[in-house]
């Protein structure tokens, strides 16, 4: 009897046929926007190449769904029911972290401060020169337009860090039965982003004081934003249930996010690049993020305008999340055994 109340509880929420039904209508919907949407700027047979690879990975996606909906759909329902329960733990975890140094939570905030000034003294006033020729074809101040790719991408780097390592770092939660754990990545996530945000306003303080003008295009800083944490949070569930059982994917990460940070187009402009290759650097899903931080400052173009890319980062996010719930929900059984 208490299986089946179990059972009940866990299925509370939205019907599964009603759930399923939505999803195919919201699928359909896509589907006639990608496909009606024409970009006169854009070469024809590259366009419906395009259209043909968003239509084949939002059918797939959708099959998938519809097949493994319950699975899927745990994870989602489960950081809904305990968003209280998450908000109190971030902000908890992000207190934590400096509760034993003498100025406290001032360190997180310094942090920022000091990566920017730094930057700000290397290549703008002792390496101008080079400055100018990591910046060529960028039309703004190197070092406004460096910290403006660095502020994503630092927190894609610590919140993919403290993601991955949640469930290591809160094994004792992980033991009690009574406990939601799939909840543990995002508290991670979420005090990365309290970090962040401030990080954000110090690069519109720099972006004052190299006399731009704020316009509603900067908004877009916060849309991109929650690009990055729906990206992180979704490539988190899968690190942080593989790192329980093997351990060197810590180090392989932070590897990978040093690679990264020189493979992606952050200290160095895209155009550098012939145009044959640049495709292979935009199938990154950072990249959009990046370039929409810079884009909203520097190009005053609405995200939107690159119609293409939009849909591309979250047919990829959503995929990489639905992977990540399967893998979570397939490997939570065996967490406290291994703990």
């Not at 009940?8 to 209508?25: S, Y």
């Not at 797939?60 to 029911?81: G, N």
């Not at 929650?226 to 093997?246: H, K, Q, W």
């Not at 520097?298 to 639905?322: L, N, P, R």
Request: net charge positive; with cysteine; glycine share 6%.
């Amino acid at each position: 009897m208490a299986k089946a109340l179990a059972t009940k509880k866990e299925n509370k929420g939205l019907p599964k046929t009603v759930g399923i039904l939505l999803a195919t209508v919201a699928a359909i919907a896509f589907l006639a926007v990608v496909l009606l949407h024409h970009n006169p700027n854009a070469v024809v047979k590259e366009e419906w190449m395009k259209k043909g690879l968003a239509v084949a990975m939002v059918l797939c996606s959708l099959t998938a769904f519809i097949t493994l909906y319950d699975k899927i759909t745990s994870l989602p329902r489960e950081l809904w029911d305990n968003r209280e329960l998450i908000w109190k733990l971030a902000k908890n975890d992000f207190k934590k972290r400096y509760a034993g140094s003498t100025m406290g939570r001032v360190w997180a905030f310094v942090q920022p401060v000091v990566t920017v000034a730094m930057y700000y003294c290397v290549f703008g006033l002792i390496f101008p020169t080079r400055a100018q020729l990591a910046a060529s074809g960028v039309e703004a101040p190197y070092v406004l337009w460096l910290t403006a790719g660095l502020v994503p991408w630092f927190f894609f780097s610590e919140a993919i860090i403290g993601g991955t390592n949640a469930l290591i770092e809160y094994n004792y939660l992980v033991k009690k039965v009574v406990f939601k754990i799939s909840i543990l990545p995002i508290i991670k996530v979420i005090a990365a982003l309290f970090i962040h945000a401030f990080f954000a306003l110090v690069l519109l303080v720099l972006y004052h004081c190299y006399g731009y003008k704020p316009s509603f295009y900067v908004l877009q800083i916060v849309y991109f934003s929650f690009c990055m944490f729906c990206l992180t949070l979704a490539i988190s569930y899968s690190t942080c249930a593989i790192v329980v059982f093997f351990k060197d994917l810590s180090q392989i990460i932070g590897i990978l996010l040093q690679v990264g940070m020189w493979g992606t187009p952050i200290l160095w402009e895209l155009g550098q690049i012939p145009e044959k290759y640049r495709i292979i650097f935009k199938l990154n899903p950072v990249f959009y993020i990046i370039n929409g931080y810079r884009s909203a400052l520097f190009e005053k173009t609405w995200f939107f305008e690159d119609f293409y890319s939009t849909m591309f980062f979250w047919i990829v996010t959503a995929i990489i999340f639905g992977i990540g719930a399967l893998i979570f929900k397939r490997l939570k059984p065996h967490f406290a055994d291994v703990l």
